[in-house]
């Protein structure tokens, strides 16, 4: 049963950061970000960066992992944001 | 030392949770939602989904909050993004 309950962590992991890859995208084609909150997305990457910090000290390759790639797509929506905005 | 890991953990959840709060915020009064990334919105709620399920199986109360509280802001953000699109 423990494997189970790890492939669903695994897969919303999976799921959580990958959905912001067709967010860096639409914001990278479309050159546009109005309607992005700034707040939401700094807010999103202090946790972000929290959860690693976290994930560091229980020692959990998912945790560790997830946040590293989902707090560099975050940035990258920022850095966007803050361009066109 | 467990205490302050979990303090962390817990910052961390309630910042990627509280901040949909300044995005919800921003699509309802500004009425706009062209830049959100539906499929972004979508596949990070069924990643919510899935961690409210994970949170269940494992007994984390800090996973089940945060998920729950993160899952209703995230449809709100997707019933907005459907009206205003």
């Not at 962590?9 to 950061?17: C, D, E, P, S, V």
């Not at 202090?46 to 992992?65: D, K, M, N, R, T």
Request: without cysteine; positive net charge.
């Amino acid at each position: 049963m423990v494997d189970k309950i790890e492939i669903i962590g695994l897969a919303a992991a999976f799921l959580t950061t990958a959905s912001f890859v067709p967010q860096v995208y639409k914001a990278w084609t479309q050159k546009a970000t109005k309607d992005i909150s700034l707040t939401m997305y700094l807010s999103f990457f202090v946790g972000v960066a929290l959860w690693l910090v976290y994930g560091i000290f229980i020692e959990s390759l998912s945790i560790i992992l997830a946040n590293s790639i989902t707090g560099l797509l975050v940035l990258i929506v920022i850095a966007l944001k803050l361009k066109y905005k």
